[in-house]
């Protein structure tokens, strides 16, 4: 069974913190992506990778940056939380561009 | 810029009704259109997909539509089910996967 697996369900940060959201996927994918949901905007990207060490800045980059060391991981960073990044993060992977993407559960993330 | 436009933003169907969600996009270069169901406290999960190079996919009670000239999509859900009322997004593909807004479905028993 296919499994993307976010670090934590729940988070809760302060302003102003250093914020790391880990994702982690089994599936020997390439392709690996981070996006924000918010009601009534869908799902927004914010990074993806389509290799180990490389990475594209999606639609909402900014206040985000993002690294991939090796190819299952893939790990979100918030360098200076603020209240505006308070949101449900997910993240996935797909063997390739025009295939299937896997979601993991998410993460809320609620900065005060 | 909303890249991928959806619509409408809710919808409440009777069971046994047809549960229509439609999409439109301005990209042409887009090659893959899929639609994800996401249920609550869960990430979404994909429900059927479709290329450019047909007009209509049906996979059970679930039928894309797409209308490459017109640029829209819709995605057709027949004999809606109490178990359907879930939050529907259709996405495009070029390079990246770009989300429409999500349309939260109730279908009423």
């Known amino acids: 069974d296919v499994k993307v697996t976010q670090s934590s369900r729940y988070l809760v940060k302060r302003t102003g913190e250093k914020v790391f959201l880990e994702c982690v996927q089994d599936m020997d994918h390439e392709n690996m992506f981070w996006y924000r949901q918010d009601p009534g905007l869908g799902l927004r990207l914010i990074y993806f990778?389509?290799?180990?060490?490389?990475?594209e800045k999606g639609d909402i980059p900014e206040g985000y940056s993002v690294s991939r060391e090796k190819k299952e991981r893939f790990s979100l960073i918030l360098e200076s939380a603020s209240t505006n990044q308070t949101s449900m993060y997910l993240c996935?992977?797909?063997?390739?561009?025009?295939?299937?993407?896997?979601f993991g559960q998410g993460t809320r993330l609620t900065v005060v | 810029q909303q890249q991928v436009k959806q619509s409408p933003q809710s919808l409440i169907v009777q069971k046994g009704g047809i549960s229509i969600i439609n999409c439109a996009y301005e990209n042409t270069a887009f090659d893959y259109f899929p639609w994800y169901q996401q249920f609550p406290g869960k990430g979404p999960a994909l429900l059927i997909a479709?290329?450019?190079?047909?007009s209509e996919k049906k996979e059970g009670r679930f039928t894309i539509s797409f209308n490459k000239s017109a640029k829209q999509f819709s995605l057709h859900i027949m004999d809606s089910q109490p178990g359907d009322s879930a939050t529907y997004f259709c996405?495009?593909?070029?390079?990246?996967?770009?989300f429409g807004q999500g349309t939260r479905l109730t279908i009423n028993p």
């Open positions: 479709i290329r450019p190079d047909v």
């Open positions: 990778s389509y290799d180990v060490k490389m990475k």
């Open positions: 996935a992977s797909s063997a390739a561009p025009n295939t299937e993407a896997f």
């Open positions: 996405a495009a593909n070029h390079q990246k996967l770009v």
